[in-house]
């Protein structure tokens, strides 16, 4: 019996090592960026130079250092329909102005790459199982989708949310108009608020136009690492026609 459990305690001392071992951070925050067809080349090397130039801004780096650990666990993954998830830069620790701008050269140094479909339920399902066994341990949970059209492939987005969401992960969106598109129509930034964020303290900020996108996405990135947010909750309005969260599908002629 003896032998037995001490079998059982090194089994459970060796499952529980690399939670113990998992370095503490304020924030693990995964930048879920779209790179469906939808955009252009040229509108996808504007989202990315955003970030880059973001990652080196001081607004960031201080909202990064000003944390009670001054340091956050940072991942930067591309998206566009199911099983078109890459992950661009793995989970890097940043704690200022020097790791912040390593994470923004290797950013700057992988290629870029257009794919097809716009899953948003596909890119959040994999962003939430990519905090596991990252080897952190962070006090808030965040996700950052961007994008600029609604979820029209692969599973309704609004379940997936709720269920992202109830776990305490925060969805925070970055709805972007460019140019004309087939949803010209639509107003993504209020389906990005009935549809796509939530969990605590999740906020929109919605981009209308290039010359826009870089501000947005350095304002953005600074609330989020602070913790800070936006005074407005994802569940206190509708302002969808009967707040339809399937209008993508619909529109692409997959819903009934």
Same mark, same amino acid.
């Given at each position: 019996m003896r032998i037995i459990a001490a079998l059982m305690l090194a089994a459970s001392l060796a499952v529980a090592a690399p939670s113990l071992a998992a370095t503490r951070v304020d924030l693990e925050l995964v930048l879920a960026v779209d790179v469906s067809d939808s955009m252009t080349s040229d509108e996808q090397a504007l989202q990315r130079r955003g970030y880059i130039n973001a990652l080196s801004h001081a607004d960031v780096t201080h909202a990064i250092q000003s944390g009670a650990r001054g340091s956050i666990a940072l991942t930067y993954v591309e998206w566009a329909a199911p099983g078109r998830n890459r992950v661009v830069v793995p989970w890097t620790l940043v704690d200022g102005p020097v790791s912040a701008a390593a994470f923004a050269r290797r950013l700057e140094g992988r290629p870029d790459v257009r794919l097809e479909g716009t899953s948003i339920s596909s890119a959040l399902s994999?962003?939430? #199982?990519?905090?596991?066994?990252?080897?952190?341990?962070?006090? #808030?949970?965040?996700?950052d989708i961007s994008g600029d059209g609604p979820n029209n492939m692969g599973l309704p987005v609004a379940g997936v949310r709720d269920r992202i969401a109830a776990r305490g992960i925060t969805i925070n969106g970055l709805p972007i108009v460019l140019h004309r598109s087939d949803f010209r129509m639509l107003n993504i930034e209020a389906y990005y608020r009935d549809c796509v964020v939530g969990g605590p303290g999740a906020f929109v900020i919605g981009v209308d136009g290039a010359e826009a996108l870089e501000e947005a996405i350095r304002r953005k990135l600074a609330l989020e690492i602070a913790g800070k947010g936006l005074p407005w909750s994802y569940a206190s309005t509708s302002v969808l026609p009967q707040g339809d969260c399937l209008i993508g599908e619909r529109m692409g002629g997959r819903a009934r």
């Amino acid at each position: 019996m003896r032998i037995i459990a001490a079998l059982m305690l090194a089994a459970s001392l060796a499952v529980a090592a690399p939670s113990l071992a998992a370095t503490r951070v304020d924030l693990e925050l995964v930048l879920a960026v779209d790179v469906s067809d939808s955009m252009t080349s040229d509108e996808q090397a504007l989202q990315r130079r955003g970030y880059i130039n973001a990652l080196s801004h001081a607004d960031v780096t201080h909202a990064i250092q000003s944390g009670a650990r001054g340091s956050i666990a940072l991942t930067y993954v591309e998206w566009a329909a199911p099983g078109r998830n890459r992950v661009v830069v793995p989970w890097t620790l940043v704690d200022g102005p020097v790791s912040a701008a390593a994470f923004a050269r290797r950013l700057e140094g992988r290629p870029d790459v257009r794919l097809e479909g716009t899953s948003i339920s596909s890119a959040l399902s994999f962003s939430a #199982r990519f905090f596991r066994s990252n080897g952190f341990l962070g006090d #808030r949970l965040v996700i950052d989708i961007s994008g600029d059209g609604p979820n029209n492939m692969g599973l309704p987005v609004a379940g997936v949310r709720d269920r992202i969401a109830a776990r305490g992960i925060t969805i925070n969106g970055l709805p972007i108009v460019l140019h004309r598109s087939d949803f010209r129509m639509l107003n993504i930034e209020a389906y990005y608020r009935d549809c796509v964020v939530g969990g605590p303290g999740a906020f929109v900020i919605g981009v209308d136009g290039a010359e826009a996108l870089e501000e947005a996405i350095r304002r953005k990135l600074a609330l989020e690492i602070a913790g800070k947010g936006l005074p407005w909750s994802y569940a206190s309005t509708s302002v969808l026609p009967q707040g339809d969260c399937l209008i993508g599908e619909r529109m692409g002629g997959r819903a009934r």
